[in-house]
């Protein structure tokens, strides 16, 4: 029997040989085939095994994924087994529970159905915890349970999970003594305590004087107060850093200026440039426009001397030049007085008779011109010429004062942008679907509400919702109400503008957000590249915000004096923008549009 398989064998590779020899892809594709259909035997189970987890506990962010790492040791497939995974103290509470080759869901822990799974690959040994949408709930000891029947094994995995709190809050008050200032930074929604550090413009951290507090609150979330005595005189900005490491921070920044703008003593060279350089500036525009009113004046007074001259060469004519005979022509009693003596032109000509008078002296000739016939009169003195101009022929006026400039441009920008260009003033509602869950919004969508919900903990960092229309060409605007006249409250923080449909925090323009933030302590500000930055220090109660889809604009203004507030330049999208509305965290007072 042996041998005749071994006659078998003999002939099947005798048989390969010849195939390869006659085609060698041929041959070595039925090697192949024979090779891969031995069967491999399936790795053994072994009686006994152990668990391998990470050593130290392992860092999450809030609202991000992780998975737990669990791996048998030696390698082998553990699709048989019960897999059981739950927090130190809850074995009865599974978070997730794997036997019979399937998860039982039936009794596993609520919290986590529907962001819990196994990854890695049971076939390979690895059992691992994969956790969705992490929560500072989360934060804890998981154990890993693995049995057979026979032998069964069960090791801790530790969850840290961090919060990354709110964008720092900087105000600026006077601090007793010449010279300095007290600096507040605060942020709050922290997890585990974060760190705060002050740095100037350079880059320099700044310790001298410095306090931090911390307070926690009932959901364990931390908040951080820092403060520290400043010069202004020191550097231009100030930034205050709230960190848990190098990559999970925040920043703020703020110019070291009272609030009303007044610097305290010790200006740098830069604060001197920007007050000298407008005003250096302003001084020569000046300048210039005296020149050009001394430059046109004497061209008209040498006008004036020359017609005069021509007047006086008349009267000592005694035959009439072609400007008298024009006059006579125009008269209708001319021919009855011939000749008169200046006395009797002087009191005939003014009182009784003005159109029998054939001569004139240059005097009279003045006073009638002036009076008489303003519209031939080639010669005006300065005076006259400056009521003229100024009055009757406003736009032949080539010369403004600086305050009559200053209000010109803005009436007529904002002017421009709202008629000159037929913009019509779009009528928004709001979008009840994207109102942040403490947001009362009325019921025909024109009144926005911060409304704090009952019971339920204030985590949200952005409280604002989206208008009902959508905007990807054209030129648009819209006005908003921040302040109502007969409230004496001043309303507290509020921000406008314009976002993507789709857009995540933190709201910076790299995100999708352009809007314009007002907060009590810190005025008005954007952000660019990320970082606070103040704009003008006046706080409007009516709002502008035009849009310029095609120019790639967004501009705010104070719709009661029509200055700008501020532009971004760059509002560069494919997307669909959308307004933005937010009356505020914490701030009861609301927002109307109009």
């Given at each position: 029997?042996?041998?005749?398989?071994?006659s078998?064998?003999?002939?099947?590779?005798?048989?390969?040989?010849?195939?390869?020899?006659m085609?060698?892809?041929?041959?070595?594709?039925?090697?192949?085939?024979?090779?891969l259909?031995?069967p491999?035997?399936?790795?053994p189970?072994?009686?006994?095994?152990?668990?391998?987890?990470?050593?130290?506990?392992?860092s999450?962010k809030?609202?991000?994924?992780i998975?737990?790492?669990?791996?048998?040791?030696?390698?082998?497939?553990?699709?048989?087994f019960?897999?059981?995974?739950?927090?130190?103290d809850?074995?009865?509470k599974?978070?997730?529970?794997?036997?019979?080759?399937?998860i039982?869901?039936?009794?596993?822990?609520?919290?986590?159905?529907?962001?819990?799974s196994?990854?890695?690959?049971?076939?390979?040994?690895?059992?691992?915890?994969r956790?969705?949408?992490?929560?500072?709930?989360?934060?804890?000891?998981?154990?890993?349970?693995?049995?057979?029947?026979?032998?069964?094994?069960?090791?801790?995995?530790?969850?840290?999970?961090s919060v990354?709190g709110?964008?720092?809050?900087?105000?600026v008050?006077e601090?007793?003594?010449?010279?300095?200032?007290?600096?507040?930074?605060?942020?709050?929604?922290?997890?585990?305590?974060?760190?705060?550090?002050?740095r100037?413009?350079?880059?320099?951290?700044?310790?001298?004087?410095?306090?931090?507090?911390?307070?926690?609150?009932?959901?364990?979330?931390?908040?951080?107060?820092?403060?520290?005595?400043?010069?202004?005189?020191?550097?231009?900005?100030?930034?205050?850093?709230?960190?848990?490491?190098?990559?999970w921070?925040?920043?703020?920044r703020?110019?070291?200026?009272?609030?009303?703008?007044?610097?305290?003593?010790?200006?740098?060279?830069?604060?001197?440039?920007l007050?000298?350089?407008?005003?250096?500036?302003?001084?020569?525009?000046?300048?210039?426009?005296?020149?050009?009113?001394?430059?046109?004046r004497?061209?008209?007074?040498?006008?004036?001397?020359?017609?005069?001259?021509?007047?006086?060469?008349?009267?000592e004519?005694?035959?009439q030049?072609?400007?008298?005979?024009?006059?006579?022509?125009?008269?209708?009693?001319?021919?009855e007085?011939?000749?008169?003596?200046?006395?009797?032109?002087?009191?005939?000509?003014?009182?009784?008779?003005?159109?029998?008078?054939?001569?004139?002296?240059?005097?009279?000739?003045?006073?009638?011109?002036?009076?008489?016939?303003?519209?031939?009169?080639?010669v005006?003195?300065?005076?006259?010429?400056?009521?003229t101009?100024?009055?009757?022929?406003?736009?032949?006026?080539?010369v403004?004062?600086?305050?009559n400039?200053?209000?010109?441009?803005?009436?007529?920008k904002?002017?421009d942008?709202l008629l000159?260009?037929?913009?019509?003033?779009?009528?928004?509602?709001?979008?009840?679907?994207t109102a942040?869950?403490?947001?009362?919004?009325?019921?025909?969508?024109?009144?926005?509400?911060?409304?704090?919900?009952?019971?339920?903990?204030?985590?949200?960092?952005?409280?604002h919702v989206?208008g009902?229309k959508?905007?990807?060409?054209?030129?648009?605007?819209?006005?908003?109400?921040?302040?109502?006249?007969?409230?004496?409250?001043?309303?507290?923080?509020w921000?406008?503008?314009?976002t993507?449909?789709?857009?995540?925090c933190?709201?910076?323009?790299q995100?999708?957000?352009w809007?314009?933030?007002?907060e009590?302590?810190?005025?008005?500000h954007?952000?660019?590249?990320s970082?606070?930055?103040?704009t003008r220090?006046?706080?409007?109660?009516?709002?502008?915000?035009?849009?310029?889809?095609?120019?790639?604009?967004?501009?705010?203004?104070?719709?009661?004096s029509?200055?700008?507030?501020?532009?971004?330049?760059?509002?560069k999208?494919?997307?669909?923008?959308?307004?933005?509305?937010s009356?505020?965290?914490?701030?009861?007072?609301?927002?109307?549009?109009?």
């Amino acid at each position: 029997m042996k041998a005749s398989e071994d006659s078998r064998s003999l002939r099947f590779f005798e048989t390969v040989l010849e195939l390869k020899e006659m085609h060698s892809g041929l041959g070595l594709t039925l090697l192949s085939v024979a090779v891969l259909t031995v069967p491999i035997p399936a790795q053994p189970v072994p009686e006994t095994f152990t668990l391998n987890v990470p050593d130290g506990p392992i860092s999450s962010k809030s609202g991000s994924s992780i998975s737990l790492l669990c791996q048998v040791s030696p390698t082998f497939n553990i699709e048989p087994f019960e897999v059981k995974w739950y927090r130190f103290d809850e074995v009865n509470k599974p978070t997730l529970w794997y036997k019979d080759h399937k998860i039982q869901e039936a009794i596993m822990d609520p919290r986590f159905k529907g962001r819990v799974s196994l990854t890695g690959g049971l076939e390979r040994g690895i059992a691992s915890l994969r956790l969705e949408r992490v929560t500072l709930e989360d934060s804890g000891e998981f154990v890993c349970y693995i049995n057979n029947n026979n032998w069964y094994e069960k090791t801790c995995v530790v969850l840290a999970v961090s919060v990354i709190g709110s964008q720092p809050v900087i105000s600026v008050a006077e601090a007793r003594g010449g010279g300095q200032v007290n600096v507040t930074c605060s942020s709050e929604g922290w997890s585990p305590q974060p760190k705060v550090t002050w740095r100037n413009k350079e880059g320099t951290e700044i310790t001298n004087g410095q306090e931090v507090q911390n307070t926690t609150d009932s959901q364990g979330l931390v908040s951080v107060s820092s403060w520290l005595l400043f010069s202004p005189s020191e550097s231009d900005w100030l930034s205050c850093i709230v960190f848990l490491s190098d990559e999970w921070k925040t920043e703020g920044r703020i110019l070291p200026v009272l609030p009303g703008g007044d610097y305290k003593k010790g200006f740098t060279v830069n604060q001197v440039l920007l007050v000298v350089l407008p005003v250096l500036f302003l001084v020569i525009i000046i300048c210039a426009l005296c020149f050009i009113i001394v430059f046109k004046r004497k061209g008209q007074i040498d006008q004036g001397l020359n017609v005069a001259e021509t007047k006086r060469l008349i009267k000592e004519n005694p035959v009439q030049s072609p400007a008298n005979q024009t006059t006579s022509d125009n008269k209708d009693k001319l021919e009855e007085n011939p000749v008169q003596s200046p006395a009797n032109l002087t009191t005939t000509d003014n009182k009784d008779k003005p159109e029998e008078n054939p001569v004139q002296s240059p005097a009279n000739l003045t006073t009638i011109d002036n009076e008489d016939k303003p519209e031939e009169n080639p010669v005006q003195s300065p005076a006259n010429l400056t009521t003229t101009d100024n009055k009757d022929k406003p736009e032949e006026n080539p010369v403004q004062s600086p305050a009559n400039l200053t209000t010109t441009d803005n009436e007529d920008k904002l002017e421009d942008l709202l008629l000159g260009k037929k913009v019509k003033e779009e009528h928004i509602t709001t979008d009840a679907k994207t109102a942040s869950l403490a947001i009362r919004l009325s019921q025909k969508g024109k009144r926005v509400q911060y409304v704090k919900a009952k019971d339920k903990p204030d985590l949200q960092q952005s409280i604002h919702v989206l208008g009902n229309k959508g905007f990807d060409s054209g030129q648009h605007y819209w006005k908003v109400k921040i302040q109502d006249d007969d409230r004496k409250e001043e309303k507290l923080a509020w921000y406008l503008g314009v976002t993507k449909e789709n857009a995540q925090c933190p709201l910076t323009p790299q995100n999708g957000f352009w809007v314009l933030f007002y907060e009590k302590e810190v005025g008005l500000h954007v952000y660019v590249d990320s970082v606070k930055t103040p704009t003008r220090q006046t706080t409007p109660t009516t709002v502008c915000v035009f849009l310029d889809c095609d120019k790639h604009t967004l501009s705010f203004y104070d719709a009661d004096s029509g200055s700008l507030l501020y532009t971004f330049n760059d509002v560069k999208t494919t997307d669909t923008l959308y307004p933005v509305f937010s009356p505020g965290k914490r701030d009861p007072q609301p927002l109307k549009i109009y």
